[in-house]
Nanobody
Framework: QVQLVESGGGLVQAGGSLRLSCAYS?????????MGWYRQAPGKQRELVAD???????NYADSVKGRFTISRDNAKNTVYLQMDSLKPEDTAVYYC??????????????WGQGTQVTVSS
């Protein structure tokens, strides 16, 4: 099992910044292939914001490129999402995601509880 603990959400003015943190743990039978951040706004589907693989490759949604940065601190078992130049349309519940693969090549997705990000205009 993988456990995810998120923090860093809150209320911020447009143009401001927030940093989300996701502390993770796993059992010895699974390895984390990739981690990412998703978000879901009211009335909209959940969408990928950014992810990072175990090799350090990063992907971003077009809407956040140049504004958001995903990073990983292996020593602290934590993934971060630095959000700069925030816009009201960034308002959503943000979820941390971890994708694992076990010795039988079975992949599993794990999700955090979500943290609310609200950007005021």
């Amino acid at each position: 099992q993988v456990q995810l603990v998120e923090s860093g959400g809150g209320l911020v003015q447009a143009g401001g910044s927030l940093r989300l943190s996701c502390a993770y743990s796993r059992n010895i039978f699974s390895s984390i292939n990739a981690m990412g951040w998703y978000r879901q706004a009211p009335g909209k589907q959940r969408e990928l914001v950014a992810d990072i693989t175990s090799f350090g490759n990063r992907n971003y949604a077009d809407s956040v490129k140049g504004r958001f940065t995903i990073s990983r601190d292996n020593a602290k078992n934590t993934v971060y999402l630095q959000m700069d130049s925030l816009k009201p349309e960034d308002t959503a519940v943000y979820y941390c995601n971890a994708r694992t693969i076990n010795d039988f090549h079975v992949t599993t997705d794990y999700w955090g509880q979500g943290t609310q990000v609200t950007v005021s205009s």
